[in-house]
Nanobody
Framework: VQLQACGGGLVLAGGSLRLSCAVS????????MGWFRQPPGKEREFVAA????????YYAESVKGRFTVSRDNANNTVYLQMNSLKPEDTADYYC???????????????????WGRGTQVTVSS
């Protein structure tokens, strides 16, 4: 599975960005797709996830109500719409795929098998 994230950039606080993650390779209809971020000097943290098959979503508390994760089955792409951005959202953002079925969403990095390269998001105040 290959993942390629894009869409990062510089935005003013209160603004919006949409990240995209193009997915290719093995059959991933049962996968969970996740978004993580790594702020400068900090650990990588969970942001949001979506079940590829049924579209169920899950969010970190810090982004709930501001970020929306979605997927486009026809184009094999996962999106992260980020609204009302804050300076503390500044980070490198990564998309990842979890190929192991679980009854609950996983939010730890070691549960995800495949990772794309990060895309940088900078929110200025």
């Amino acid at each position: 599975v290959q993942l390629q994230a894009c869409g990062g950039g510089l935005v003013l606080a209160g603004g919006s960005l949409r990240l995209s993650c193009a997915v290719s390779g093995r059959t991933f209809s049962r996968y969970v797709m996740g978004w993580f971020r790594q702020p400068p000097g900090k650990e990588r943290e969970f942001v949001a996830a979506i079940s590829w098959s049924v579209g169920t979503t899950y969010y970190a508390e810090s982004v709930k109500g501001r970020f929306t994760v979605s997927r486009d089955n026809a184009n094999n792409t996962v999106y992260l719409q980020m609204n009302s951005l804050k300076p503390e959202d500044t980070a490198d953002y990564y998309c990842a795929a979890d190929s192991t079925w679980s009854p609950i969403f996983t939010t730890t990095t070691n549960e995800y098998d495949y990772w794309g390269r990060g895309t940088q998001v900078t929110v200025s105040s």
